[in-house]
């Protein structure tokens, strides 16, 4: 199998597959549903779905906002990207 040129999917889910690609041990390892079932397991295991927290007139409420924010928006991206390969 050679390397492939995925198509209509941006350049970071390209960037994602071709840093994937050496990484196989065969060549049927090199699949893009293969890496998108990965990325979903790292969505799951670093950024869990989560509620958000509950608000409070404290800063803290307020820190912990921001930070469960970027971490849904880091979730969306791994699954996005998931979603491209997926669609491959």
Avoid at 1 to 17: A, D, G, P
């Amino acid at each position: 199998m050679t390397r492939q040129q995925l198509v209509n999917c941006s350049t970071v889910t390209q960037t994602v597959f071709d840093a994937f690609w050496p990484l196989g041990m065969y060549p049927d390892d090199m699949d893009t549903s293969n890496l998108a079932l990965a990325l979903r397991a790292v969505a799951d295991q670093v950024v869990p779905d989560q509620q958000e927290p509950a608000s409070s007139p404290h800063m803290g409420s307020f820190i912990s906002h921001v930070k469960w924010s970027q971490c849904q928006t880091i979730r969306i991206q791994l699954l996005a990207i998931a979603d491209e390969l997926e669609a491959q």
